[in-house]
């Protein structure tokens, strides 16, 4: 594998849920591949999970790690080119790329979308800039459209997890207070529909996703009829897509509650994190044995590591 922009770069996504699942049985077999190997991990945007498992993935393959905050550490990146750099950017893209090429041996990129510029977030123009500038594999710890990374261990968790061989799940979405990004459902969409399972998508009228990446997955705009018989319910907020960045709607009506949860098939609930609690789901949804949010988290460090393994493979 040359690099992890998207899903579509793992060549099978069930061989690498079951080579993921055989490195947590023996996370240090692989030790020397990293050997003297760099992994440079900038970050646009605040992490936990990423950062962490990332770090302990590249440290399961003897790879040594460098992360920057570029929120507050770095020079402003200019990604335009041809512009006349008087303002705030004081570093352009093509050096900056080129000076950490010589530094890491692989470069990984946190950045989520803008919510204003819809078409430069679906260029995905930092994640790909980096990609075009860098010459080392680039992998994606969150853009603006896309976790891959996430989407690969919420994969991991469902073979885990699965108490059929053709499970039914559920994508809710689940109110929010901030206008949050498409990248983690769009990721897990893409995931799932690789799967054999039977996927129903559920969200209030309005907050419809791009349909290039729903395609024919099927849409129930009532969340309890979408919820019925469900063995995973996978919790998420996003903001209007086609209204692009707002907020429509704040009731808390699309809360995950226990009622609710009754009408699944003894449904395990997921979610990536952070969640708020009892606004996106109840605590009595969370503090129960049939949610699944920590074992995801677990499952973050197996997806990296895989992907790191894929990519140091290919040399
Ligand atoms: N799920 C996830 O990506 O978590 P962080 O934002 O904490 O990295």
Not at 157 to 179: D, F, G, M, N, Q
Not at 182 to 200: C, G, K, P, W
Request: glycine share 4%; aromatic share 8%; proline share 5%.
């Amino acid at each position: 594998m040359k690099q992890f922009l998207t899903l579509d770069d793992l060549p099978n996504l069930d061989q690498a849920v079951n080579e993921a699942i055989a490195l947590k049985k023996d996370p240090f077999q692989w030790e020397a591949l990293g050997k003297n190997k760099t992994l440079g991990m900038l970050f646009f945007n605040p992490s936990l999970r990423t950062r962490l498992s990332t770090q302990k993935a590249a440290q399961n393959l003897g790879i040594k790690t460098m992360v920057m905050n570029f929120s507050n550490e770095a020079w402003a990146i200019e990604f335009e080119d041809g512009t006349q750099m008087s303002g705030l950017r004081s570093e352009h893209i093509r050096e900056a790329a080129a000076v950490i090429s010589q530094y890491c041996d692989l470069l990984a990129i946190r950045a989520f979308a803008s919510l204003s510029d819809q078409k430069k977030d679906e260029e995905e123009q930092v994640l790909n800039s980096f990609a075009k500038y860098a010459t080392i594999p680039v992998i994606n710890m969150e853009s603006a459209t896309a976790h891959p990374l996430q989407a690969l261990a919420d994969a991991i968790t469902i073979k885990e997890y699965s108490p059929k061989k053709r499970p039914k799940i559920v994508l809710t979405w689940a109110p929010h207070p901030k206008a949050l990004p498409h990248a983690v459902a769009n990721s897990f969409i893409r995931m799932t529909q690789q799967l054999d399972a039977e996927f129903v998508i559920t969200h209030p009228q309005g907050y419809e996703l791009n349909p290039n990446i729903c395609k024919e997955t099927p849409i129930e705009y009532n969340q309890e009829k979408a919820l019925e018989g469900a063995d995973f319910i996978y919790a998420k907020n996003w903001c209007s897509y086609t209204d692009y960045g707002k907020i429509l709607r704040t009731d808390s009506d699309w809360m995950l509650t226990p009622e609710k949860m009754k009408g699944t098939a003894n449904g395990k609930f997921m979610h990536c994190l952070p969640i708020r609690r009892n606004v996106v789901a109840a605590d009595g949804v969370l503090d129960t044995p049939n949610s699944l949010v920590i074992q995801q988290a677990n499952n973050r460090t197996f997806s990296a590591q895989l992907v790191l393994k894929k990519i140091l493979e290919n040399g």
